[in-house]
């Protein structure tokens, strides 16, 4: 059995108080499921509360885990992790905490071969009762149980850490570095496994009430940790990026206000949000944040680097954008996705960037979960093309589905019009954000074609005289399907030769 002062685990993020009375059982689903692209997989029945928020790890396998909380029918709270393979099938629930009356949303993180698990705890209502604050679990990354939780912060140091939903990342040296976060008492920072180390509040120095919201993360090119968390104090309101010192966890440096979001980044008001803030550390260096806003209603998806340049607008309209999630790809990529409520129901609208994020691909738009009204989380974890994509949705209620999503081929011809009646030549570029695609299918009027290092295939077109349009599909395997129309200009009409 792992031990839980080694990080030999992954740890997740994930939390929920427990409530007094609960109407029905939950049960923990059994059994392996296959997911697929484009369809959304319960991960746990509906709980009821809609702040519930799983917490994501990949091991070095490409198997994803999943931490969440269940409910039970008296009120007290289990902990369960599920792996989700590549492919998408998800296997049944391992069991890492059972019976607790307070569990907050975990963090999860990976290390060699095993999982760890952090997350604010309270076994009992006994004030005395040892298992309180913020705890930990490690398990092997395959078969076999977690072990018995371990207490990682002080006794008689801050309450937040046995409420607090949490966030975590690894530091070089291997040490967890947690962040706490809720109602009430702001955002708690704390290095390492050893309750004797006392903790940091980042909402002192704002002297007031609230911050919360909050995540974690690691540039990739420095190594320097930030927490990126929302204040709601009057007049300080906005979305704050702050610099942790990797030695002691403690602040760096006073927070940075996103430009252009609450009246600390010069602008209107934002709608609060109940999740974690969206940001992400992009493989090969930067951190950046997703955040929907708008005057009256947030109605636009907005991406920041922060430290650098100003926000891009990735999406707007289509009714109220809630949740958002931004997710790093391997090869230095994001992905940045977002919730749109309209009348007609609600969609997740999804855009990648190129290796260098300077420019991003066309919008991908599916159903939310079966009977959503709204997501109110949303997270992920992409694999080289693949995303396998989290939300927790529902009504009053909610609960964690996943699905995967491709990302869409970008398809262009040249010419784009041929005469009909005559055979032309027409060549063809596929691309994955402006990158050639190698090796996709290019067809078109019984015609088929293969494309080369460089993304190109031509293909000889024959249009009818009378005019019209040709239907050509790209298609490449862990790829969407892209398809345009060739225009096909009516042939002019044949004169008779008198002899």
């Known amino acids: 059995m792992p031990r839980p002062d080694r990080l030999d685990a992954v740890p997740r993020r994930l939390a929920v108080v427990a409530c007094a009375v609960v109407a029905a059982a939950l049960a923990a689903p059994a059994g392996a499921q296959a997911g697929s692209v484009g369809r959304w997989e319960p991960i746990a029945p509906q709980h009821d509360t809609t702040v519930l928020q799983p917490a994501l790890a990949r091991d070095a396998a490409g198997v994803l885990h999943v931490a969440y909380v269940q409910q039970r029918p008296a009120g007290a709270l289990d902990l369960f992790e599920r792996a989700i393979a590549p492919a998408g099938t998800l296997g049944g629930p391992r069991p890492v905490l059972s019976g607790f009356t307070t569990l ?70 291997g040490s967890p570095l947690a962040l706490s976060s809720g109602s009430g008492f702001g955002v708690l920072t704390h290095r390492g496994l050893n309750p004797a180390i006392g903790a940091f509040n980042l909402q002192d120095p704002f002297g007031a009430c609230c911050i919360g919201q ?84 947030p109605d636009r998806t907005r991406l920041w680097r922060a430290g650098g340049a100003p926000a891009i607008t ?119 954000v402006g990158v050639p695609v190698a090796g996709a299918s290019v067809s078109a009027g019984g015609r088929r074609a293969t494309t080369s290092s460089k993304g190109t295939a031509t293909l000889s077109l024959r249009g009818a005289r009378t005019g019209g349009s040709i239907t050509v599909t790209a298609t490449r395997a862990n790829y969407r399907t892209d398809t345009l129309k060739v225009n096909v200009s009516r042939a002019p009409k044949l004169r008779k030769t008198r002899r």
């Open 214 to 297: 909050a995540q974690i993360v690691r540039d990739a090119a420095s190594g320097t940790p930030f927490a990126v968390y929302q204040s709601l104090i009057s007049g300080r309101d906005g979305v704050f990026v702050q610099a942790l010192d990797a030695a002691t966890g403690g602040p760096a440096g006073a927070p940075v206000a996103l430009p252009g979001l609450g009246k600390a980044g010069g602008a209107d008001a934002i709608d609060p949000v109940l999740a974690r803030t969206a940001a992400a550390a992009r493989v090969g260096g930067g951190v950046y944040v997703a955040v929907p806003s708008g005057l009256a209603l």
């Open 314 to 432: 990735l999406g707007s309209g289509g009714g109220r954008h809630f949740s958002s999630a931004v997710v790093p790809t391997p090869d230095g990529r994001l992905w940045v996705a977002w919730s749109e409520e309209r009348d007609a129901g609600l969609r997740i609208v999804l855009r990648r960037s190129n290796p260098t994020v300077s420019r991003f691909g066309e919008q991908v738009t599916i159903s939310g979960p079966p009977g959503a009204r709204r997501a109110f989380a949303l997270d992920g974890s992409s694999q080289t093309l693949r995303l396998d994509l989290v939300a927790t949705a529902g009504d009053s209620g909610s609960a964690p589905f996943q699905t995967q999503v491709l990302p869409p081929l970008e398809l262009r011809a040249a010419p784009g019009r041929i005469r009909g009646g005559r055979t032309t030549s027409v060549r063809f570029t596929v691309t994955d």
């Open 104 to 173: 907050a949303d975990p963090a999860l993180l990976v290390g060699p071969g095993a999982l760890r698990i952090l997350v604010g705890a309270q076994r009992s209502i006994n004030t005395e009762d040892p298992l309180r604050g913020l705890l930990t679990a490690t398990a092997p990354v395959g078969d076999g149980g977690w072990s018995a939780p371990a207490v990682t912060t002080p006794q008689d140091g801050e309450a937040g850490f046995a409420s607090g939903d949490a966030a975590a990342v690894s530091l070089a040296d």
